[in-house]
């Protein structure tokens, strides 16, 4: 099931991003080419072989998907996210790139969670092993570089980019959400002194809830709670930035699979 939905978050962003322009980045008018001039930095591979590898992922995405040759479809989709890593860094590409190479890691990369047919699920024990560890890191890891951040923990860095959107909203080409008028009064278009007040506890509660849901979902006890406020906080990130966030935001909900146990995880996905 991981698997299936991790594919599908590659898939999702792949549209996304092929809607954005993105096959185009070796064009000199294209937002990427222009960004990396900027930076100074010389492409990495040619553009013929960076648009290969672009058409070539999304076959790749769907054989992960369908469970077609996975362990060598996730290893030639982490090729293509450590390229991607480097034309376009992202925190989320490198977590894409660490699971899509643990998924082709082990003997049975396509079984991590079996949860279609008969009889008992059938797991990795190494590959969830990995995976747990890889998600853990990433939520404890968010957590200690937003309490380190002034900006983050007063909700500057999430009003501040709302209010960035609604400006340029009219001369963007391409949306990142819909924002509801009394959701821009309230929460973008108030005074600092009011935003602060109103997304400063949001945003510390975020750096408790990073911290709490790996440690609750490693407990079979608790693994429902901790699921639950990852499903809740994750779903909030993807109402904020639906088309930034939105396949990240469904690895994260799906990452709750991998913590759980697969005699817990019958229970609340009974087949």
Not at 39 to 62: D, E, F, M, N, T
Not at 126 to 135: D, E, G, R, W
Not at 182 to 191: E, G, P
Not at 238 to 253: D, E, K, N, Q, R
Request: with cysteine; aromatic share 16%.
């Amino acid at each position: 099931m991981f698997r299936i939905v991790f594919a599908v978050s590659c898939l999702l962003k792949f549209a996304i991003e092929t809607l954005r322009g993105h096959f185009w980045y070796f064009e000199e008018d294209s937002f990427l080419y222009t960004l990396d001039s900027w930076q100074g930095r010389l492409p990495l591979i040619s553009p013929v072989v960076y648009r290969c590898l672009y058409v070539v992922k999304h076959p790749l995405a769907l054989c992960l998907a369908l469970g077609v040759c996975s362990q060598l479809a996730s290893i030639l989709l982490f090729v293509w996210f450590v390229v991607e890593a480097r034309i376009y860094f992202k925190f989320h590409v490198s977590l894409f790139a660490l699971v899509a190479f643990v998924l082709g890691l082990g003997p049975a990369g396509h079984k991590t969670y079996a949860l279609l047919g008969e009889g008992p699920m059938v797991v990795d024990g190494f590959q969830q092993t990995l995976l747990v560890l890889t998600f853990a890191i990433v939520y404890l890891a968010t957590a200690l570089r937003k309490l380190r951040s002034p900006h983050y923990l007063s909700g500057k860095v999430i009003y501040e980019t709302l209010r960035y959107l609604n400006d340029e909203g009219p001369m963007r080409k391409y949306a990142d959400g819909y924002y509801p008028r009394w959701f821009r009064a309230q929460f973008v278009l108030a005074s600092d002194e009011v935003l602060n007040r109103r997304w400063g506890p949001l945003m510390r509660a975020t750096v408790l809830l990073h911290v709490a849901i790996p440690v609750l979902m490693s407990f079979s006890e608790t693994w429902w709670v901790g699921a639950s406020l990852a499903v809740l906080t994750h779903g909030a990130y993807t109402l904020a930035y639906p088309i930034t966030l939105g396949h990240f935001s469904l690895v994260m909900i799906a990452s709750c699979l991998v913590f759980a146990d697969p005699a817990t995880l019958s229970i609340y996905l009974p087949l």
